[in-house]
């Protein structure tokens, strides 16, 4: 518990910095362009375009049934999350290296560095939220109570991604083989996780079940009930209850990892 309140305490005294280095960073990564801040969107909305004319136009996916909400919004409920989801398994697992200035002139705690990239990366993900939202209300689906679950992913996807940042960055720093497994486990779990096809849909109990373990699923599953499903995700107790179990291991084994290698990491960087 000490720990925990450590991580919190370091971030809170350090709130401001944190913002405004977060800022800097999303600066930072449009500047020397000509269209600035829109390159952020335009790769997303390249590759939802994509994937609505390969799925929708290409393979005949989504509902035939009269009054079904348009696919493009069930595709758009699980690549809309991944996009942040994918970063934050990517660069999001070494950040220690991106911000090794932090880390070794400043002497930034350990525990805000993460959350510095995956503020930068949740202003480019609200972007996309609001693009879904348009979407959404573009094909005239009602404002409703269902909507509320967007919110509720949001904040779930950003506390469970920073601990995996923050357990992942630090057990990179110490060994590059894990950074690498991680980097290479981004793409299989892509195809993997439910993003492009229904979880529930599979006819598979046992491999239904172990998906409910991932939180990947869950947090695409989030979405989209609120968008196209219009259901409530605790309708699903086998969802939640998966979902509940990996964030609690993954808040045990960031405290564990966190209190072995945090004094070890600045000499290994």
């Not at 348009?70 to 991106?98: D, E, S």
Request: glycine content about 6%; hydrophobic content about 55%.
């Amino acid at each position: 518990m000490s720990t925990l309140i450590n991580i919190i305490r370091s971030q809170w005294e350090r709130r401001e910095q944190i913002f405004s280095l977060a800022m800097f960073d999303l600066r930072k990564q449009a500047r020397g362009t000509v269209l600035g801040p829109a390159w952020l969107f335009i790769k997303p909305i390249v590759y939802i375009a994509v994937f609505w004319f390969a799925l929708e136009i290409g393979l005949k996916s989504g509902s035939d049934e009269p009054g079904a909400p348009p696919y493009i919004l069930w595709l758009m409920g699980g690549l809309v999350p991944w996009f942040y989801i994918q970063t934050m398994l990517g660069t999001g697992c070494n950040v220690f290296a991106r911000f090794k200035y932090l880390v070794n002139k400043i002497k930034f705690p350990l525990a805000g560095i993460p959350t510095i990239f995956a503020l930068a990366e949740m202003v480019i993900h609200l972007g996309m939220v609001a693009l879904l939202l348009l979407v959404y209300f573009l094909f005239g689906q009602p404002l409703d109570w269902y909507l509320l679950q967007i919110p509720v992913a949001i904040v779930l996807m950003f506390v469970f991604f920073y601990m995996f940042s923050l357990t992942t960055s630090l057990l990179s720093t110490i060994s590059k083989d894990f950074k690498n497994l991680i980097v290479t486990l981004s793409t299989p779990l892509f195809w993997l996780s439910g993003i492009i096809f229904n979880v529930y849909d599979l006819g598979i109990g046992w491999l239904e079940t172990i998906l409910m373990f991932d939180p990947i699923t869950f947090i695409a599953s989030l979405f989209r009930c609120a968008v196209y499903d219009k259901t409530w995700i605790w309708e699903n107790p086998m969802a939640i209850a998966g979902f509940a179990i990996v964030f609690a291991a993954m808040l045990a084994v960031m405290l564990v990892v966190y209190k072995r290698t945090r004094e070890e990491v600045p000499d290994v960087i």
